[in-house]
């Protein structure tokens, strides 16, 4: 497994397997990633290793994404942990920036999608989607990947990102892949080490109340208020949780349904929607979703 530092190394390393630009005769399968590697990282890696000839990954911290309260300095880090975990899984090369690398002077160029990266996560993280939709630009611009993989658990982020990739009309396709969960249900995030026991174990109310909503859904007609007084309401049954949002959204546009108009009829008619939730615990900030989809039953 080659480590790449710089640019120039990324992009030779490609050249010198035939898999960068024109005339390439290798398919290139990315996965970016802020490392702290666990479970949901290797099933995207795994993913792309199934549908190309080879899998860059890449580790890298980017503080254009980070607001100045957020955790950007305490975020968990363990580059050899994640090198050897790489290596395991039959990474071909990792792609491990400074900021310094990526960053070498404040970028005057950024990023912005519009409307979909304003709500939800973005409305409470300012900034947050332009440092990424940036990063991830820069990073495909590096790698020209073929196709590159992102975990549903961000559905926000796999909207911005593939908007972005057809407004600019970015050579690569996004790839989404399903939320990988403890067996308890959480979504493993590399913040989940931040939990202390007793946050961990009413962590698991964020997915109980995604499944309490579809299971309603099977039950009875609901409409998006109550849709979302059902989630609130569950998520309300973990005293240690902060709610920040726990809302019914389109996939993925993320517009506003009508509050009164009613869940199953959306769908129906042909629109997905996605519930959405960010809650806090103590200072450790966790999001989770789901998807109903006209085909879902
Ligand atoms: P991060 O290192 O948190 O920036 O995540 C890197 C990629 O892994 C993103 O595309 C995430 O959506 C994805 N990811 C994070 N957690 C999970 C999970 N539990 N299941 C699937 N993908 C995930």
Not at 65 to 84: I, N, V
Not at 142 to 164: C, E, N
Not at 251 to 275: K, V
Request: glycine share 4%; hydrophobic share 40%.
């Amino acid at each position: 497994m080659r480590r790449c530092y710089t640019v120039e190394d990324m992009r030779q390393w490609l050249a010198d397997n035939n898999a960068y630009k024109f005339g390439k005769t290798k398919t290139v399968g990315f996965v970016p990633t802020m490392g702290y590697l666990h479970d949901g990282h290797m099933s995207l890696l795994e993913q792309s290793k199934q549908d190309n000839d080879l899998t860059v990954l890449s580790i890298f911290v980017n503080p254009l994404q980070f607001g100045p309260s957020e955790d950007f300095e305490r975020y968990p880090r363990d580059e050899e942990r994640d090198l050897r975990l790489a290596e395991l899984c039959g990474v071909d090369a990792v792609f491990l920036p400074s900021v310094e690398v990526m960053y070498p002077h404040k970028p005057l160029t950024t990023v912005r999608v519009s409307a979909i990266a304003d709500v939800l996560c973005g409305a409470s993280r300012p900034g947050h989607f332009d440092g990424v939709a940036t990063v991830v630009s820069k990073l495909l611009h590096i790698v020209s990947p073929d196709r590159a993989y992102f975990g549903m658990k961000d559905a926000q982020q796999v909207a911005v990102l593939t908007q972005m990739t057809a407004d600019l009309n970015l050579d690569t396709a996004i790839v989404r892949c399903p939320t990988l969960r403890e067996e308890d249900g959480l979504a493993l995030s590399s913040r989940n080490v931040y939990l202390t026991p007793e946050e961990r174990d009413q962590a698991t109310v964020l997915y109980a109340s995604l499944q309490t909503l579809q299971q309603s859904l099977k039950e009875q007609r609901l409409s998006v208020a109550q849709a979302e007084q059902l989630l609130a309401a569950s998520l309300r049954e973990a005293p240690l949780a902060i709610i920040e949002y726990a809302e019914v959204r389109t996939f993925p546009r993320f517009g506003q349904p009508s509050p009164h108009s009613c869940m199953q009829d959306i769908i129906q008619q042909g629109t997905t929607l996605l519930a959405a939730l960010a809650v806090k615990f103590g200072t450790t900030r966790l999001i989770d979703n789901m998807v109903y989809a006209p085909d879902r039953e």
